[in-house]
């Protein structure tokens, strides 16, 4: 199975803050990674598909980069509703794995 | 919009087999989507069990291959998950999705959207 290793696992930022979470693959695996975003209580979203597609109606705050087996997902200026867990999955092959999670905190 | 809810047992014995079902809102079981498993036990990453197309083709991950069963109901709008030989390590919140996909190869694919989870703990 392929491996996602996110970082940090938890993060602390103001408004208006530029916060990054990256996760790295134990394999390469082109463009094929997602992120998602789970608020307590509601049911995760997707952000971003295939590294830097946003979602329909996700802010535009929000972008993707990388290729291989390192990516990146940038909050280019943080809201207090960005407060959520951001999980990083991979969608190049079967089994479909994730990141163990960031817990971004709004300070 | 297509909406998604699971339903079955918050508690489930040891050795016992875990059934839940996710019913599909707003749109057709039968559309061009993967109905698809995920969990995630306390503390650990999420973990994809399995999806489902049309009826007929099914993928499983191997870690679990030997215990799942997915199925579809077309006439109810819903799709099932059936684990058996249950253990402490089979408890987590357990999420229904579907995984929309296009073109490429690999196909694009990515799980939207999702239910908000059942909580499910096995236990005597």
């Known amino acids: 199975d392929i491996q996602l290793t996110q970082s940090p696992s938890s993060l602390s930022a103001s408004v208006g803050d530029r916060v990054t979470i990256t996760c790295r693959t134990s394999?390469?695996?082109?463009?094929?990674l997602n992120w998602y975003q789970r608020k307590p209580g509601k049911a995760p979203k997707v952000l971003i598909y295939?590294?830097?597609t946003v979602q329909n109606g996700v802010p535009s705050r929000f972008s993707g980069s990388g290729s291989g087996t390192d990516f990146t997902l940038t909050i280019s200026s943080l809201r207090p509703e960005d407060s959520a867990i951001y999980y990083c999955?991979?969608?190049?092959?079967?089994?479909?794995?994730f990141g163990q999670g960031t817990k971004l905190e709004i300070k | 919009q297509v909406q998604l809810q699971e339903s079955g047992p918050g508690l489930v014995k040891p050795s016992g087999t875990l059934s839940l079902t996710c019913a599909v809102s707003?749109?057709?079981?039968?559309?061009?989507?993967?109905w698809t498993w995920v969990r995630q036990p306390p503390g650990k990453a999420l973990e994809w069990i399995g999806e489902?197309?049309?009826?007929?083709?099914?993928h499983y991950n191997p870690s679990l291959k030997s215990r799942v069963t997915i199925s579809l109901d077309k006439s109810r709008n819903q799709f099932s998950l059936n684990l058996t030989s249950l253990t402490a390590a089979d408890t987590a919140v357990y999420y229904c999705?579907?995984?929309?996909w296009g073109g490429g190869t690999p196909a694009i694919n990515w799980f939207d959207p999702w239910g908000q989870g059942s909580l499910v703990t096995v236990s005597s």
């Open positions: 295939m590294t830097s």
């Open positions: 707003g749109g057709s079981i039968s559309s061009v989507v993967w």
């Open positions: 999955q991979q969608s190049y092959t079967i089994p479909y794995t």
């Open positions: 394999q390469s695996i082109s463009d094929y």
């Open positions: 999705a579907g995984k929309l």
């Open positions: 489902i197309y049309h009826a007929d083709i099914i």
